[in-house]
């Protein structure tokens, strides 16, 4: 089934799957003050963050990692005390034409790491006072948000990930340029509906930093666009950067390719329809300028204590994990607090890591996924790997809850989960279905999620290090879980915490049974729709005759032909499935027929099964036909009921074009 992973990486997409979306975001160790969750063990001295030494060291590791992973090229950039320490490319920007990455003028595109200029910018109009963090955004906007159980959405709601919206995938990103539009027009036409009461539930959200940006374009008075290039690309020198899409001709000789790996070619360019959401192309230097403005107190762009706003707030969060800072979301490794934001679009993969007592930034984009999502366990090793050898911490060793304890409480987590980052209310919480994260239980009786795995550089090791708090032993990263009344209510990791968390899956939703009973249903109606033709062969070559007649020939008729259309309706799903991992702007409007006709065909075939086989199972009964032919009708109920289920919970139907 490599379409429907793909098509949860395609979900997942420039800030995505949800975890994979912002990668994994590094392991935080904690401060000294939280003695219960010592700092990962590192090696005692800090090598010299000079240029020689961190070079050689780049050689080292990033080379080997882009091949294996086969990832055409990257840009890193790290900064300390105001300066470039190194800025380099590796790799090509264009395979064909054998072109390398200049870090001077090479453009990535950062992805989500965008929304941190469109955070700079609102903290720049909240400087100005022309917005208020704490204030109802319907104060700037000229369309309505409803409230949500009374209560309006804030500009800290939306700038920690807490407004409450659900995901909002159709107005997100295409290679048709056409899908471009305005900010004015977007933002009233793709209003998600909004799921958790403000302020309470961690849900990253494209659409909401988008609307921030249309409020730094109203409050302004300046296209957003324009305000960048004014106020933040024009103070810092950023002469290779851009929110524009298409790029501006000047720009274009220097963008690199994107690609699927390096043995494939090159993918068109992405057009990133809420544009403050990830739409940035940018150059390595120009992201060093970045960093260093705001390592320097927002030097250049604002205030020092606005700076300082945005960058210590912390937000609540999931027990002792990471959490929001105003834009940023914080991470903690080797006792050192980072400031960070990672962005993916389909093609690109890219991370900023901000040191502030360090004075160090660190950052890095690679123009593809690389093999098997490689691109993300390079960048978690990274930040990792340079960390313990320049940012060390001291060596402490992890406390540790006893085993009977330990696997009490594994027992206790194992489960399905559903991710607050997720659609709740249109036919898209299907993919949340397919995509359900799993805990489960190791030989050791640990705790195992394997949906994590592949979001780091090795293998994982989750040791209870206090009550219902994890430690990954290779990297430090933490998973840890609320309860209520001895219950679980929700769980996340350090590389998710800031902007998600994970619920319980209700039983209504929850895969470990729905999807046994959709397969065992599909199978059902298979066998029932295929014996209908066989059936009538056998008959027509044996000259026998059906032992049906006038009502329960056409009520058995009408039960296969609806069976006919299940399964026209699952390969039709299916379809969109794979169109959409093969281009997801192909969801954005070019394949809006068959949703339409999807969400028309399943309720109808669904329905019309469940009538029709109850019709045909009524008639058996009333005839006294044979057992096996009531066991038959039985099982086609049964499996028509599984059907109406998933088309009433997962809202497959119905003509509203939000999702």
């Not at 939280?34 to 001295?45: F, I, L, Y």
């Not at 990930?161 to 107005?171: D, L, N």
């Not at 059906?546 to 032909?561: E, I, P, T």
């Amino acid at each position: 089934m490599r379409f429907i992973r793909k098509a949860m990486i395609g979900l997942a997409a420039f800030a995505a799957l949800p975890l994979a979306a912002q990668g994994p975001v590094p392991a935080p160790a904690v401060k000294k003050t939280e003695a219960a969750v010592p700092a990962a063990k590192t090696q005692a001295a800090p090598a010299p963050l000079d240029p020689k030494d961190l070079e050689a060291w780049m050689d080292g590791y990033l080379p080997y990692a882009l091949e294996r992973g086969r990832i055409p090229g990257a840009v890193v950039v790290v900064v300390r005390g105001g300066e470039v320490v190194l800025q380099k490319g590796y790799g090509y920007s264009d395979v064909a034409k054998r072109a390398p990455v200049l870090p001077e003028t090479t453009l990535f595109r950062p992805g989500s790491v965008s929304k941190l200029f469109t955070w700079t910018a609102v903290m720049q109009q909240v400087e100005a006072g022309k917005i208020d963090l704490d204030k109802d955004v319907n104060a700037y906007l000229d369309f309505k948000i409803p409230p949500y159980d009374g209560k309006p959405i804030t500009m800290r709601n939306i700038m920690t990930h807490t407004a409450g919206f659900e995901e909002s995938i159709r107005h997100l990103i295409s290679s048709d340029p056409k899908a471009v539009m305005t900010l004015k027009k977007q933002m009233p036409l793709a209003l998600p509906e909004r799921v958790f009461a403000p302020g309470t539930t961690p849900a990253y959200s494209n659409y909401a930093t988008a609307l921030a940006g249309y409020i730094v374009e109203r409050v302004s008075g300046e296209n957003f666009d324009t305000y960048i290039e004014n106020h933040i690309f024009k103070p810092l020198g950023m002469t290779h950067s851009t929110f524009r899409q298409p790029l501006p001709a000047r720009l274009v000789p220097h963008m690199s390719k994107g690609y699927p790996d390096v043995t494939q070619k090159p993918e068109p360019f992405e057009m990133v329809i809420p544009a403050p959401a990830g739409s940035l192309s940018a150059s390595g230097a120009d992201m060093a300028k970045f960093m260093i403005a705001h390592l320097n107190d927002g030097a250049g762009l604002m205030k020092p204590e606005t700076a300082k706003l945005m960058h210590e707030f912390k937000a609540p969060g999931v027990g002792p994990l990471n959490s929001m800072a105003l834009g940023f979301y914080e991470q903690w490794v080797n006792g050192q607090r980072a400031i960070a934001h990672g962005g993916d679009t389909v093609w690109f993969h890219s991370y900023l890591w901000l040191f502030p007592d360090a004075d160090t930034g660190v950052f890095i984009s690679m123009n593809s996924p690389g093999k098997d999502g490689a691109a993300g366990a390079v960048r978690s090793a990274l930040f990792h790997k340079f960390a313990d050898r320049y940012l060390p911490g001291p060596a402490e060793k992890p406390a540790q809850v006893d085993a009977k304890t330990a696997r009490e409480h594994a027992q206790m987590m194992a489960g399905n989960y559903i991710s607050s980052r997720g659609s709740f209310t249109n036919f898209m919480s299907l993919f949340g279905l397919l995509g359900q994260a799993t805990i489960g239980l190791t030989e050791d009786g640990k705790i195992s999620v394997p949906a994590l795995d592949g979001l780091g550089a090795g293998a994982r090791d989750w040791v209870e290090v206090e009550p219902f708090v994890w430690r990954d032993t290779g990297t430090g990263e933490r998973l840890a879980a609320e309860l209520k009344d001895g219950r679980v209510v929700r769980w996340s990791i350090d590389a998710g915490s800031p902007f998600m968390v994970f619920e319980p899956a209700p039983a209504s939703v929850n895969a470990a049974w729905l999807n046994p009973a959709l397969l065992l249903a599909f199978g059902i109606i298979l066998l029932a729709a295929l014996a209908w033709p066989v059936r009538a062969l056998v008959r027509r070559s044996f000259k026998a005759d059906f032992a049906l007649q006038g009502k329960s020939l056409r009520a058995y008729r009408l039960s296969r032909v609806f069976a006919w259309l299940a399964l026209g309706a699952l390969a039709g799903w299916i379809g969109l499935i794979a169109a959409f991992s093969a281009d997801i702007g192909a969801i954005g409007g070019p394949l809006d027929w068959l949703i339409h006709l999807l969400r028309i065909l399943t309720p109808l075939a669904a329905f019309g099964l469940l009538a029709t086989a109850a019709w045909h199972l009524w008639l058996c009964i009333k005839d006294k036909r044979r057992w096996t032919m009531k066991l038959g009708a039985v099982l086609l109920i049964l499996a028509a009921l599984v059907l109406v289920w998933v088309t009433l919970v997962f809202h497959l139907y119905g003509f509203g074009m939000v999702y």
